[in-house]
Structures are given as structure tokens and as C-alpha cells.
């Protein structure tokens, strides 16, 4: 798991969840800590919005350079042209 995706040193807040009672005591029963096993699947699923966010916004932006492009033309080339291969 990324270490800077947040702040693992920030203090623990105490929330209300709606857990499936026999699931619940389940893991309970088995040793498993119900509060890391949260704390990990929402730094998942964190994660992989902010990943959907990411591409989104490349997304955007390579669109907005194919309509610079089509409008302006390629600056790359025109620096090529200029200076040689780069």
C-alpha cells in the first residue's frame, strides 16, 4: 500500500458502521480486527479513485491538446523544424 496516500500517524476517529452481524462475528471469532481490515479497504478504494480521478483528468487534458493541435498545430514539430530533432 502507497505510504503517502494518507497520514498513518493521524489519530484514530471512532465511526458508526453497518456491518452484517454474522459476518461480523465471524471475524470476531477468527482473531481478525475489524477496524484495520476497514481502515485497509478504505485506503483501497481511496486509492483507486483517486487512480479513476487521475485518468479522468489525463483524459481531459490529452483531448484538449488534440483540439490545441488540430487548431494550432503540433508545437513539437514546429520546434523540429526549427532546431532539428529534439
Avoid: C, W
Avoid at 500517524?9 to 481478525?32: C, M, P, T
Avoid at 479513476?52 to 488540430?70: F, G, M, S, T
Amino acid at each position: 500500500m502507497n505510504e503517502t496516500l494518507f497520514d498513518r500517524s493521524a489519530r484514530k476517529l471512532s465511526v458508526s458502521l453497518s456491518i452484517n452481524s454474522d459476518l461480523y462475528a465471524r471475524a470476531q471469532a477468527s482473531g481478525i480486527d475489524a477496524s484495520q481490515v476497514a481502515e485497509e479497504a478504505l485506503a483501497r478504494a481511496v486509492q483507486a479513485a483517486d487512480r479513476e480521478q487521475l485518468l479522468a483528468d489525463i483524459k481531459k487534458d490529452r483531448e484538449a491538446l488534440a483540439r490545441y493541435v488540430a487548431e494550432h498545430g503540433d508545437p513539437v514539430a514546429e520546434l523540429r523544424e526549427m532546431f532539428g530533432t529534439l
